[in-house]
C-alpha cells in the first residue's frame, strides 16, 4: 500500500508561540473538573467533525491510555446509534457537536440535556473544552500538522 505524504505547511508552536502557550494554558484549564475519558471522547467526535487527523490520532492514543476500549472508540463516529455511551457522555457529545457545528446553533434540547448531567461548572469546562479543541483542530488543520508529530 502506498500513502500520500501530506506537507505540513508550518510548525505554529514555531511560528507563534506565545498564541501557543495561551491555548495550551485554555486547554489545561478546559480540562479541570472533567472525567479524562470523558475529554478525550469529546475531542476525539470535535476532531472527527473538523476533519483533523492530527487531533484524531493524538486524542485516540490518549483515549486508550485513559482506558478507553477500542469499541468505544471505533463507534464514536456514530454514537447516536450505539448503545455503547451513557447518558452523560451522549448529552456531552450532543453538546460538542452543536457547540463546533455552531451556525445550526445549540438547541434548548442539547443544552437542557447536558444540564441535567453536569453542574453549571462542569457544563461551562465543558463547554470551554469543546470551543477549545476547535481551536486546535483550526490551528492543525489550517497548519497541516502531521499525525504522529510532536
Not at 27 to 41: M, N, Y
Amino acid at each position: 500500500m502506498t500513502t500520500v505524504q501530506i506537507p505540513q505547511r508550518m510548525n505554529f508552536a514555531t511560528a507563534a508561540p506565545k498564541v501557543f502557550r495561551a491555548v495550551l494554558a485554555l486547554d489545561a484549564a478546559a480540562r479541570q473538573g472533567l472525567d479524562p475519558v470523558l475529554v478525550e471522547l469529546v475531542q476525539i467526535r470535535v476532531s472527527q467533525i473538523n476533519r483533523c487527523a492530527y487531533c484524531i490520532d493524538y486524542h485516540v492514543t490518549d483515549a486508550r491510555k485513559a482506558g478507553e476500549s477500542e469499541e468505544r472508540v471505533h463507534q464514536l463516529g456514530a454514537w447516536e446509534e450505539s448503545s455503547l455511551y451513557t447518558a452523560q457522555e451522549r448529552a456531552a457529545l450532543a453538546l460538542a457537536e452543536a457547540v463546533t457545528l455552531l451556525p445550526q446553533g445549540v438547541s434548548d434540547a442539547v443544552y437542557d440535556e447536558a444540564a441535567q448531567h453536569f453542574d453549571e461548572q462542569q457544563l461551562a469546562q465543558l463547554i470551554a473544552l469543546v470551543f477549545t479543541a476547535n481551536a486546535w483542530n483550526r490551528m492543525n488543520v489550517t497548519t497541516r500538522k502531521t499525525p504522529g508529530t510532536a
